[in-house]
């Protein structure tokens, strides 16, 4: 419900204006002269302001720039009397938006002020857009026919028009907001807004003003009053990235929104209603944080009403293929050019890489191979270049001589010297397995278990 503040000198006219927005829908505060007008727009953020010009105490130029200085995008309507219009054209130079002549015509006023707040919708649905750049397709940027990703279809598309909140986890790189992005688009809440906000980039100083919003004054900085996303989102979904980020103190206030559905702004002493969706994602492991005291329980199993697991694309390199081609398409398209074709050895070698970083790591890796690449084709050659690390990185030479004081992940190293050894054997036989397996003396049942224990696609027997 959009707020709307009058503000005359004239009781009777007040009231008319007041009983007239009310029907229509608006929530109304009255102001009786400008001074009061003044101090409500310091306290409160308005969508739309009517003031009338001439008032005693303070005019309605002393409101406008009250309000432009306090909150920049709430729209002002100013009245005037007949025949001095030369005000109100002042008042349009100083950030107005329109005026009123009295006496005016109901019917003219509705107009006038739906035009206003439709265009003060439009400013946040465009800072929404510059901030988001979202894609409003379902389920268009996750590619995947792997298992694991059908399971995770599967529930986004089960639980999208639940009001649950969800918590996604997954390792860094294996597109938790994609999901996230998914579930609002399927929903019912797709018309509202989608704001997504990484809870590890913010400081914590700035995190609370960045959900709640704050008031003029409540901090150095603070110049003038201002939503929070969760203000914004309202009727859509919130997307809390790396929430495992957050501290104590931000999590109380978290808990409170999720709970009472209501918030302050920082330096606010009235309380907001809100309805949004939460999504939250981390890459930790929420649990064990739990457990040492570093993540509120009860947040905790507010958040994880409908957990999503997404699998890290080493247990589902069958998709890297279709990765491959996904990226290839989209990178030529924005380079204006051609898509490059992978031989089969580079995608062998794909197949054969770690992706620690996952798919972000993966599209990464072809952005560079569509703005390098020179010819048609991309040779195995090429991506071992532009890998950050190599595929097969003589793992056996750095066996430690000694055990290290702090211990080492003996199943993590024998595990990649293992890996290591089977891709080496794979080239060496160019991926012919019976010939792969007879190099590592292996009989086909044994190597073809450790093609499957660590995802190595591709080949013929």
């Known amino acids: 419900m959009e707020k709307i503040l009058v503000v005359d000198d004239e009781k009777s006219l007040r009231e008319v204006m007041s009983i007239m927005l009310k029907r229509a829908g608006y929530e109304v505060t009255e102001a009786s002269d400008g001074e009061q007008a003044i101090g409500q727009v310091n306290k409160e953020i308005y969508d739309l302001v009517i003031t009338d010009l001439r008032m005693p105490r303070a005019d309605g130029m002393d409101v406008l720039k009250a309000v432009k200085s306090s909150s920049p995008e709430t729209v002002v309507l100013v009245v005037t009397a007949f025949g001095t219009a030369d005000s109100a054209v002042e008042a349009m130079k100083q950030g107005a938006y329109d005026y009123l002549t009295k006496p005016f015509q109901v019917d003219e006023v509705q107009l006038i002020i739906r035009n206003a707040l439709e265009k003060r919708r439009l400013s946040t649905e465009n800072m929404l857009l510059k901030r988001e750049m979202a894609s409003q397709s379902s389920f268009?940027?996750?590619?995947?026919?792997?298992?694991?990703?059908?399971?995770?279809?599967?529930?986004?598309?089960k639980v999208a028009?639940?009001?649950?909140?969800?918590?996604?986890?997954?390792?860094?790189?294996t597109g938790k907001e994609l999901v996230a992005r998914a579930i609002h688009y399927n929903s019912a809440r797709s018309p509202m807004p989608f704001v997504a906000v990484n809870c590890s980039a913010v400081p914590e100083t700035l995190l609370e003003s960045e959900l709640f919003g704050h008031m003029k004054g409540s901090f150095t900085g603070a110049v003038a009053n201002k939503a929070g996303l969760f203000?914004?989102?309202?009727?859509?979904?919130?997307?809390?990235?790396?929430?495992?980020d957050t501290t104590p103190a931000i999590q109380v206030k978290l808990l409170r929104v999720i709970q009472e559905r209501e918030f302050r702004r920082v330096g606010g002493t009235q309380d907001m209603k809100v309805d949004v969706r939460v999504v939250a994602a981390t890459n930790r492991d929420l649990e064990k944080a739990v457990a040492d005291g570093s993540?509120?329980?009860?947040?905790?199993?507010?958040?994880?009403?409908?957990?999503?697991?997404?699998?890290?694309?080493?247990?589902?390199?069958?998709?890297?293929?279709?990765?491959?081609?996904?990226f290839l398409e989209k990178f030529a398209q924005e380079s204006g050019r051609g898509a490059p074709t992978l031989t089969t050895e580079a995608m062998h070698v794909l197949l054969g890489h770690e992706w620690?970083?996952?798919?972000?790591?993966?599209?990464?890796?072809?952005?560079?191979?569509?703005?390098?690449?020179?010819?048609?084709?991309?040779?195995d050659t090429d991506v071992r270049g532009w890998l950050h690390h190599a595929v097969t990185p003589q793992?056996?030479?750095?066996?430690?001589?000694d055990l290290p004081e702090d211990g080492l992940d003996l199943e993590g190293l024998i595990n990649g010297i293992e890996k290591d050894l089977l891709m080496r054997a794979l080239e060496r036989s160019k991926w012919v397995k019976k010939k792969a397996a007879r190099l590592l003396k292996l009989n086909t049942r044994s190597f073809r278990y450790r093609l499957e224990k660590y995802a190595i696609k591709g080949g013929r027997d």
């Open 356 to 379: 620690r970083g996952n798919v972000r790591e993966l599209e990464n890796l072809i952005e560079r191979v569509v703005a390098f690449s020179t010819g048609t084709t991309v040779t």
């Open 395 to 401: 793992q056996s030479q750095g066996i430690p001589t």
């Open 140 to 157: 268009a940027q996750i590619v995947g026919q792997s298992e694991a990703m059908q399971k995770v279809f599967d529930v986004v598309r």
């Open 161 to 173: 028009d639940s009001k649950s909140n969800v918590l996604i986890c997954g390792e860094s790189g």
């Open 295 to 326: 993540f509120r329980e009860d947040l905790y199993y507010r958040l994880d009403v409908i957990p999503i697991r997404l699998p890290p694309l080493r247990l589902r390199a069958g998709d890297i293929p279709l990765l491959v081609a996904h």
């Open 231 to 244: 203000e914004i989102a309202n009727g859509g979904t919130i997307f809390l990235d790396e929430i495992g």
